[in-house]
T-cell receptor, first 114, second 114 residues
Framework: AQSVTQLGSHVSVSEGALVLLRCNYS??????LFWYVQYPNQGLQLLLK??????LVKGINGFEAEFKKSETSFHLTKPSAHMSDAAEYFC????????????FGKGTTLSVSS | DVKVTQSSRYLVKRTGEKVFLECVQD?????MFWYRQDPGLGLRLIYF???????EKGDIPEGYSVSREKKERFSLILESASTNQTSMYLC?????????????FGSGTRLTVV
């Protein structure tokens, strides 16, 4: 069975500091991995995706994530936090097969202080 | 711009009422999904459909049913609303061929059952 664990329900950083949001997955088959962002009162927006190509994936707004099979991880990073990055972030896993669905982690709320 | 449209942004219903949440996508996607989002629990899959008139139970289908009579429309039905179904409901769609590229989400319906 597939599952996703996001370590830390709440992460606080200062503006300009490194952002690191942790995600570990469990999957018996090669996974496809995603990070989504949700701003207040909005739906989810895709940040980036890993689909078995390059293990270092670049997304929107300066975010990137690295797929590490040996560590079953897909951590999200950004070198320098901006106030506008404050939001909730979700890691999700699936595999490419008809009749499957995304499985989400419980989310990490990122706060950015000035 | 591709869209997933949820018919209501906010909804207040009484306990015991039958509630319909509607979702329409304009991308000719095969797959459609209903998730429920609660603080600290992330997104949990209720039902999904990979073809017209087809449906699959997700992780928490109890108390819900769905209908997919047309490819573009996927309805979530609360047969007899209860207060523990107060939540944010998110609809999403994806193409089977592009499923690995992530889903497109609607803006959500915040349902309150009183």
């Amino acid at each position: 069975a597939q599952s996703v664990t996001q370590l830390g329900s709440h992460v606080s950083v200062s503006e300009g500091a490194l952002v690191l949001l942790r995600c570990n997955y469990s999957s018996s088959v090669p996974p496809y991995l995603f990070w989504y962002v949700q701003y207040p009162n909005q739906g989810l927006q895709l940040l980036l995706k890993y689909t078995s190509a390059a293990t270092l994936v670049k997304g929107i707004n300066g975010f990137e994530a690295e797929f590490k099979k040996s560590e079953t991880s897909f951590h999200l990073t950004k070198p320098s936090a901006h106030m506008s990055d404050a939001a909730e972030y979700f890691c999700a896993v699936t595999f490419f097969q008809a009749g499957t669905a995304l499985i989400f982690g419980k989310g990490t709320t990122l706060s950015v202080s000035s | 711009d591709v869209k997933v449209t949820q018919s209501s942004r906010y909804l207040v219903k009484r306990t015991g009422e039958k509630v319909f949440l509607e979702c329409v996508q304009d991308m000719d996607h095969e797959n459609m999904f209903w998730y429920r989002q609660d603080p600290g629990l992330g997104l949990r899959l209720i039902y999904f459909s990979y073809d017209v008139k087809m449906k699959e139970k997700g992780d928490i289908p109890e108390g819900y049913s769905v209908s997919r009579e047309k490819k573009e429309r996927f309805s979530l039905i609360l047969e007899s609303a209860s207060t523990n179904q107060t939540s944010m409901y998110l609809c999403a769609s994806s193409s089977t061929g592009e499923g690995r590229y992530g889903y497109t989400f609607g803006s959500g319906t915040r349902l309150t059952v009183v």
